[in-house]
Protein backbone atom coordinates (compact mmCIF):
# COMPACT_ATOMS: atom_id res chain seq x y z
CA UNK A 1 0.00 0.00 0.00
CA UNK A 2 2.56 2.63 1.43
CA UNK A 3 4.79 1.27 -2.14
CA UNK A 4 2.08 2.16 -4.44
CA UNK A 5 1.13 5.59 -2.43
CA UNK A 6 4.68 6.84 -2.40
CA UNK A 7 5.76 5.69 -6.35
CA UNK A 8 2.20 7.58 -7.41
CA UNK A 9 3.72 10.95 -5.41
CA UNK A 10 6.90 10.36 -6.74
CA UNK A 11 5.40 10.16 -10.44
CA UNK A 12 3.67 12.89 -9.88
CA UNK A 13 6.48 14.94 -9.04
CA UNK A 14 9.09 13.92 -11.47
CA UNK A 15 6.47 14.25 -14.19
CA UNK A 16 5.45 18.18 -13.46
CA UNK A 17 9.44 18.45 -13.60
CA UNK A 18 9.70 17.19 -16.27
CA UNK A 19 6.57 18.79 -18.50
CA UNK A 20 7.90 22.19 -16.72
CA UNK A 21 11.10 21.62 -18.36
CA UNK A 22 9.90 20.37 -22.05
CA UNK A 23 7.51 23.30 -22.21
CA UNK A 24 10.43 25.65 -22.47
CA UNK A 25 12.30 23.57 -25.13
CA UNK A 26 11.92 24.01 -29.27
CA UNK A 27 10.14 20.73 -29.51
CA UNK A 28 7.89 21.21 -26.47
CA UNK A 29 6.76 24.94 -27.42
CA UNK A 30 6.31 23.45 -31.31
CA UNK A 31 4.42 20.27 -29.58
CA UNK A 32 2.55 22.34 -27.43
CA UNK A 33 1.32 24.55 -30.27
CA UNK A 34 0.26 21.59 -32.41
CA UNK A 35 -1.82 20.59 -29.38
CA UNK A 36 -3.24 23.95 -29.22
CA UNK A 37 -3.92 24.14 -33.04
CA UNK A 38 -5.58 20.37 -32.79
CA UNK A 39 -7.76 21.89 -30.25
CA UNK A 40 -8.77 24.81 -31.99
CA UNK A 41 -9.61 22.90 -34.79
CA UNK A 42 -12.02 20.66 -33.10
CA UNK A 43 -13.50 22.94 -31.65
CA UNK A 44 -14.21 24.42 -34.84
CA UNK A 45 -15.16 21.34 -36.70
CA UNK A 46 -17.39 20.17 -33.83
CA UNK A 47 -18.76 23.59 -32.41
CA UNK A 48 -17.93 23.24 -29.45
CA UNK A 49 -17.69 26.13 -27.63
CA UNK A 50 -14.07 26.55 -25.49
CA UNK A 51 -13.64 28.67 -22.40
CA UNK A 52 -10.48 30.72 -22.53
CA UNK A 53 -8.68 31.71 -19.23
CA UNK A 54 -9.49 35.36 -19.69
CA UNK A 55 -13.18 34.14 -19.84
CA UNK A 56 -13.06 32.07 -17.14
CA UNK A 57 -11.29 34.94 -15.04
CA UNK A 58 -14.01 37.34 -15.98
CA UNK A 59 -16.71 34.90 -15.34
CA UNK A 60 -15.41 35.17 -11.75
CA UNK A 61 -15.41 38.98 -11.13
CA UNK A 62 -18.31 40.24 -13.25
CA UNK A 63 -17.61 44.01 -11.46
CA UNK A 64 -14.42 44.15 -12.97
CA UNK A 65 -15.54 42.61 -16.53
CA UNK A 66 -18.45 45.05 -16.69
CA UNK A 67 -15.61 48.10 -16.44
CA UNK A 68 -13.35 46.78 -18.75
CA UNK A 69 -16.01 46.43 -21.11
CA UNK A 70 -17.02 50.15 -20.28
CA UNK A 71 -13.38 51.02 -20.56
CA UNK A 72 -13.16 48.93 -24.09
CA UNK A 73 -16.31 50.89 -25.76
CA UNK A 74 -14.94 54.17 -24.56
CA UNK A 75 -11.18 53.50 -26.39
CA UNK A 76 -13.42 52.02 -29.54
CA UNK A 77 -15.38 55.85 -29.67
CA UNK A 78 -11.70 57.50 -29.07
CA UNK A 79 -10.31 55.82 -31.79
CA UNK A 80 -13.18 55.69 -34.02
CA UNK A 81 -13.08 59.76 -33.47
CA UNK A 82 -9.36 59.90 -34.01
CA UNK A 83 -9.63 57.83 -37.58
CA UNK A 84 -12.06 60.50 -38.99
Do not use: C, Q
Not at 45 to 52: A, G, M, V, Y
Amino acid sequence: MWFWLLSAIAGSIIGNATDSWFRDTKLGVWFYNKIDNLYAWAAYEWHIKILTDEEKRMAKFPVLSKRLDKLERKIEILEGKNNE
